[in-house]
């Protein structure tokens, strides 16, 4: 089993900035990739980005692209999503997911490991 455990959520003003991060634990499968995902009230959960241990392979919805950046450290066990230019419709609850497989996916189904999630607030 893998455990995964998110931080880094909170309140930040329209224009601003955070940073999640995504502990890793137990069983985890290096070659498969790890997403976060999100989820806002009355929505269904939306692909952010992926990417793979080694640090490749990284990639994004189109609704954030060029505004977050992904990254990964091995030996921390850790993924982190970096947060920028943060708008009020990015408010939702994050969620980190890891793969299945060995394929860099953007759908939910791919992914059979999930978080607890981390509340993330944009004020305008």
């Known amino acids: 089993q893998v455990q995964l455990t998110e931080s880094g959520g909170g309140l930040v003003q329209a224009g601003g900035s955070l940073t999640l991060s995504c502990a890793a634990s137990?069983?985890?499968?290096?070659?498969?990739?790890m997403a976060w995902f999100r989820q806002a009230p009355g929505k269904d959960r939306e692909f952010v980005a992926a990417i793979r241990w080694s640090g490749s392979n990284a990639n994004y919805g189109d609704s954030v692209k060029g505004r977050f950046v992904i990254s990964s450290d091995n030996a921390k066990q850790t993924v982190y999503l970096q947060m920028n230019s943060l708008k009020p419709d990015d408010t939702a609850v994050y969620y980190c997911?890891?793969?299945?497989?060995?394929?860099?996916?953007?759908?939910?189904?791919?992914?059979?490991?999930w978080g607890q999630g981390t509340q993330v607030t944009v004020s305008s």
């Open positions: 137990g069983r985890t499968f290096r070659a498969n990739p």
């Open positions: 997911a890891a793969s299945k497989g060995l394929a860099v996916a953007r759908v939910t189904s791919a992914y059979g490991f």
